[in-house]
């Protein structure tokens, strides 16, 4: 079961055929093999695949990621980031790094994060003679906290998939989306300290306050999303309308940049951003039922038994699993076909499953960054104009980081434990 699965899913994707119609094929492919092709099967799973509360968040923020993109709130934050650290040797590294933390508040995505900023800041740090693998490599690095941060979007699909709180998987990211950043700082700081970029001048107090005053709007979104998650005020789904309303807000009425002429084609990009990912979670749910039905979970765990009552080294074969997956696929297809997969086992062997699920996401966000289906990495190319193989040399100290401290929340999850406990 599990050989026919995987070899029709690989199959079909190594011959060009796109994600979500491979996930269709791979399940007929199920069901011809157990003997009970039913094409009204298909499509209930199709249709039932879209048909949940929980996944109307996704439209949402990804809406209020493109409104906060055309609203003026990305150069903000930018600008708020440069005013703290620009002045500093390696400064703009910084402002990328934290910018993506601030951003990653905003918008849910990594791919939204990259291009928004990205746009930004490599220009910026090639005008100043910066190092462009490498600045560039810092920027995509960045960008994968993104879904780590809430509002994440693949938590969501998760969360979803999964059937657990995505509130709770919300609250688990907080902390090892700072953990990643701050490893990207001390990094860059090392990797920086023998550069002689041209560095702009300290700015002065008003400068800073100028630039608070600017950002603050945009600021308190998040403070605005985790606050009311974690007073039980609204659910998930609700916070996205909410990022939607106060998006539309300050970028109509405060920051004044969006334009009512400009909404078409931001309502535009937001639905063709959500009709694929909502068609791959569709796709996904054919799959996700022929494989409960062929028992495909249970094979796994005789496959892996002998590791049930070893759950710290489960956890590594199944994210040195993961790691590979995400080579050669894409964050969120790979949630919707792993999670149905691997999460029986885990809970098996007795691993609390928000725990799991904020460790998928980490590690499926690495494979953004790595070649050669790296998503993130095909953005930071398109800007910097720079081929795969050059930022692949500027990434890959960044790319070790994001993975030592994805081995340190294996090694030590009350890393993860602790803080969910206090936010929750």
């Not at 599990?2 to 119609?21: R, T």
């Not at 403070?223 to 539309?248: M, N, S």
């Not at 190319?381 to 960044?398: M, Q």
Request: charged fraction near 10%; charge should be positive.
């Amino acid at each position: 079961m599990v050989g026919i699965f995987l070899g029709s899913l690989f199959g079909s994707l190594a011959i060009g055929i796109p994600i979500a119609f491979a996930l269709i094929i791979s399940g007929i492919a199920l069901m011809i093999f157990m003997g009970n092709f039913d094409s009204q099967i298909i499509a209930q799973n199709l249709i039932n695949g879209a048909n949940n509360f929980s996944l109307m968040a996704i439209p949402f923020f990804v809406l209020a990621g493109e409104l906060m993109n055309a609203g003026g709130i990305s150069k903000r934050i930018v600008a708020f980031a440069m005013s703290l650290v620009g002045h500093i040797r390696g400064g703009l590294g910084f402002v990328a790094i934290i910018a993506s933390v601030l951003f990653a508040g905003l918008s849910g995505s990594a791919v939204a994060d990259t291009a928004a900023l990205g746009a930004i800041l490599i220009p910026m740090m090639v005008s100043r003679k910066y190092n462009v693998n490498r600045s560039t490599g810092i920027v995509c690095a960045a960008g994968i906290i993104a879904p780590v941060i809430p509002p994440s979007i693949p938590m969501i699909i998760f969360g979803v998939t999964a059937g657990v709180s995505i509130t709770q998987l919300f609250m688990g990211g907080i902390v090892p989306g700072i953990l990643m950043g701050v490893g990207l700082m001390i990094v860059w700081a090392i990797l920086s300290r023998r550069d002689t970029c041209e560095l702009p001048k300290r700015k002065t107090t008003k400068e800073i306050l100028a630039a608070v005053r600017e950002a603050i709007w945009a600021l308190l979104l998040p403070a605005i999303i985790i606050g009311g998650l974690r007073g039980g005020i609204f659910t998930p789904t609700e916070a996205g309308v909410i990022a939607v309303f106060y998006a539309l807000l300050i970028g109509t009425l405060i920051y004044r940049e969006l334009k009512i002429k400009d909404l078409y084609q931001v309502f535009l990009a937001a639905a063709k951003t959500t009709s694929v990912v909502m068609f791959v979670a569709a796709a996904a749910m054919v799959s996700a039922w022929l494989i409960t039905v062929a028992n495909v979970p249970a094979e796994m765990a005789n496959m892996l038994g002998g590791l049930v009552n070893k759950p710290l080294l489960l956890m590594i074969i199944i994210n040195i699993l993961l790691l590979l997956v995400g080579l050669v696929m894409d964050l969120t297809p790979a949630i919707l076909i792993f999670t149905p997969v691997l999460l029986p086992l885990a809970k098996l062997a007795g691993i609390d499953p928000i725990y799991f699920g904020i460790i998928m996401v980490i590690n499926l966000c690495i494979g953004l960054i790595t070649p050669p289906v790296g998503t993130v990495l095909y953005v930071g190319c398109g800007i910097s104009k720079l081929s795969l193989w050059e930022l692949t040399k500027g990434i890959w100290p960044f790319l070790i980081v994001h993975v030592v401290i994805l081995m340190l929340l294996i090694l030590f999850p009350s890393i993860v434990a602790v803080p969910l406990g206090w936010f929750n």
